[in-house]
């Protein structure tokens, strides 16, 4: 589980500030993901970067922004949350560009609670 | 489109007895499987997965899965189960033609002394 790390662990914020999550994977890996995992729903795939550039970007609200600044670090920004954006962000990475065989390994994720 | 299923959303056993947690899936193409278990207030930890070749595939802490094709499952199971298997098991498919993983909403797993 070392592998990904993630900071902070905890987050409380209100609806006008403005924070950021990070991951970091020490696996050597070329992919990285944004997770969102809310209480009684399954994960939701927010982001996927592959070699430092956006390949996937599921629909998600402009108030969340990542940035991929290396294959090793991972950052998603946070602006003028809502109450509904509470939940548990989880950073992954995989060896590969996300093909079919990849596996993905979990960082401990971010708990956010916006108030 | 590509669905999992998990049709439980707890599991109860007692330890020392076998258990099961179903997963069912929906690709149109070639599936690839995979569980994951989450412990408390931590991340998802990888536990095995399906691509190709026997249907029974052996993981991480004694668990198995179950490919059956004609089913469409991929359940995961373990011969005695142990307390400290409690967690939320997530099942995930990877349609061939996909690169994304769908996971399933989580099965809860409790063991019982």
């Known amino acids: 589980e070392t592998g990904v790390t993630q900071t902070p662990r905890h987050l409380v914020m209100g609806m006008t500030n403005k924070k950021s999550l990070k991951c970091e994977q020490h696996l050597g890996h070329n992919a990285m993901y944004w997770y969102k995992q809310s209480a009684k729903k399954p994960l939701e795939l927010m982001f996927v970067y592959s070699l430092e550039e956006r390949v996937e970007n599921n629909s998600v609200p402009s108030r969340f922004s990542p940035e991929c600044p290396n294959s090793s670090h991972l950052f998603l920004h946070l602006h003028t949350l809502q109450p509904e954006d509470s939940a548990l962000y989880l950073c992954a990475s995989s060896q590969g560009t996300g093909g079919i065989t990849d596996t993905q390994y979990f960082g401990p994720g971010t708990r956010l609670t916006v108030l | 489109a590509q669905s999992v299923a998990q049709p439980e959303d707890q599991v109860n056993v007692a330890e020392g007895n076998p258990l099961t947690v179903k997963c069912t899936y929906s690709?149109?193409?070639?599936?690839?499987l995979f569980w994951y278990v989450q412990y408390p207030n931590r991340g998802l930890q990888f536990l095995l997965k399906?691509?190709?070749?026997?249907?029974l595939v052996k993981g991480s802490y004694g668990f198995e899965a179950e490919f059956n094709k004609s089913q469409t499952s991929f359940h995961l199971k373990k011969p005695s189960a142990l307390v400290s298997d409690s967690a939320l098991y997530f099942c995930?498919?990877?349609?061939?033609?996909?690169?994304?993983?769908?996971f399933g909403k989580g099965t809860m797993l409790l063991v019982s002394p």
């Open positions: 995930a498919v990877r349609d061939g033609g996909y690169s994304t993983l769908t």
């Open positions: 399906y691509i190709t070749g026997d249907n």
């Open positions: 690709v149109s193409g070639n599936p690839y």
